[in-house]
């Protein structure tokens, strides 16, 4: 079998979203996998949906996910240009357009608007689609060369027979056979001469040695008109595999609208570009086990494309959470500090040990903006109840808190050694002489110095960072709380 070579071929028309990201991912595995290339190739054609600045994300997108590419615009393996516009300005496309015509495969179309606009349609798949009526085949070759010569509008449409079947195979989907009669004769080349996208994309990947085809099972309607092309040329049909498709957690298609449908805003939400390709790479396919952390370079290893599933694969921003959180946990603390820090500093004025702080987050948070929410009472303790004194594990009242922390209060003012060890070895001699266990001190300590039930760090660590003074401070506050809430009870 010849080398395997795969493409990816967005259009310049956007942000790129999860399904986009997807087929790249998955078309870059494949090629690995079989020590094959990945090409990227810039289909522009469509000038109406072209957007500035769209092609750099592409770029960008695929660079940050680490799909190096071994071909394309900036990397000329041989079979270039790799950006669609330019391959046009050779004539490629019209070249091949007209040997389809000459095998009586394709045919010259100069049926205006008005007569396009009065012929029958069909539902295809909820949409209204134009069934054209072969009428320009009719047109004998003197007729098609006057209208040629004289100027007249056309396009060059596929020639599809009326009786039989079109058959093509799908790695995931098996031999889908096709009714003649139920394919329209698609446009290969509009009237403005550029190519349709079906058209490009087939000769662009045969003249490209292309050998595996993957994209989204929604152009499975459309695979036979591709199948017919490869046939009316007699070249080898590619490798077809049809992806399954992604949906929302309601089970509808993911829209540009929902805030975790593109990279750049997944990103933007505060998830690592490692997790996000890891989680996508589960969306549709899985391992032979039930493992679900894999590096790029583990993927490349494990993918086999055989594994994917026919089924829609859920996107679930809770468990990219999840996912997201576990690479957290086991990034190098440099570079997780490095990754924090903007959003410590966000949340933090005083003059705090930020390092400290974030090892008390980093094994808490699932994303970097949940930093906020676990860090506020450093700032500033929040308005509590002191109902929150009373704990039953920890057998806490607020009037046994009240009795602690004024036990309390004048040990911890002779302390000068505010570290987390001595801190702790403090509190733990208290527990022992008054023969309690542990969170019958620590919860009121740590409730009085966060004014929180849930807190990154214990109430010694949370202490060594705020220091002695506003340590001490908060205790005295939670005391007169308290006190404050015992007299309004008489």
Not at 389 to 409: D, F, G, I, N
Not at 447 to 475: D, F, N, Y
Request: proline content about 4%.
């Amino acid at each position: 079998m010849s080398k395997v070579r795969t493409r990816y071929a967005p259009s310049p028309t956007g942000k790129m979203h999860v399904g986009n990201l997807r087929s790249a991912l998955y078309e870059f595995l494949i090629a690995k996998h079989a020590g094959g290339d990945f090409m990227l190739r810039i289909e522009d054609t469509d000038q109406e949906r072209f957007v500035e600045g769209a092609t750099d994300i592409i770029y960008r997108t695929l660079d940050s996910a680490g799909l190096k590419h071994d071909e394309g615009p900036d990397k000329d393996g041989g079979f270039g240009p790799y950006i669609q516009s330019e391959r046009m300005k050779s004539g490629i496309y019209m070249e091949y357009a007209k040997k389809l015509v000459e095998r009586g495969e394709a045919y010259y179309c100069f049926c205006d608007k008005e007569r396009l606009d009065s012929l029958k349609t069909e539902i295809v798949e909820g949409k209204e689609i134009m069934m054209y009526d072969k009428h320009c085949l009719s047109l004998s070759k003197e007729e098609v060369e006057a209208k040629l010569a004289s100027g007249v509008p056309f396009v060059i449409r596929q020639n599809i027979p009326n009786e039989g079947t079109t058959t093509f195979h799908d790695e995931l989907y098996g031999d889908i056979s096709v009714e003649n009669a139920e394919l329209d004769d698609m446009v290969l080349i509009k009237s403005d001469g550029y190519p349709t996208y079906n058209f490009a994309n087939v000769v662009d990947d045969h003249t490209m040695n292309i050998t595996h085809v993957v994209r989204g099972n929604e152009y499975l309607s459309s695979a036979p008109k591709y199948q017919r092309l490869y046939d009316a040329f007699g070249w080898e049909s590619p490798v077809y595999i049809h992806l399954p498709l992604i949906t929302d957690e309601n089970h509808k298609k993911l829209s540009k609208r929902s805030g975790h449908a593109s990279f750049e805003d997944l990103i933007a939400q505060g998830f690592l570009t490692e997790a996000v390709v890891n989680y996508i790479a589960l969306l549709g396919w899985s391992p032979e086990d039930n493992r679900e952390i894999f590096t790029l370079d583990e993927l490349i290893e494990e993918f086999d494309y055989h594994r994917i599933s026919k089924s829609p694969a859920v996107f679930d921003i809770v468990k990219l959470k999840w996912m997201n959180g576990e690479y957290l946990k086991a990034m190098d603390f440099d570079k997780f500090y490095e990754m924090a820090r903007p959003y410590l500093q966000e949340g933090i004025t005083k003059d705090y040990n930020l390092e400290k702080i974030a090892a008390m987050v980093k094994t808490r948070i699932e994303i970097f903006p949940d930093i906020a929410d676990h860090i506020d009472f450093f700032e500033r303790v929040p308005e509590y109840d002191i109902s929150m004194y009373a704990h039953k594990k920890m057998k806490t009242t607020p009037e046994t808190s009240l009795e602690v922390l004024r036990e309390l209060l004048p040990i911890l003012e002779g302390q000068d050694d505010y570290s987390n060890d001595a801190l702790y070895e403090t509190l733990s001699k208290y527990v022992t002489d008054k023969g309690c266990k542990n969170g019958y001190v620590m919860w009121p300590v740590r409730t009085a110095v966060s004014g929180k039930q849930m807190t990154p760090g214990g109430a010694t660590e949370i202490m060594e960072v705020l220091g002695k003074e506003e340590s001490l401070a908060r205790l005295r506050a939670a005391i007169a709380k308290l006190e404050a809430g015992q007299e309004s009870s008489l």
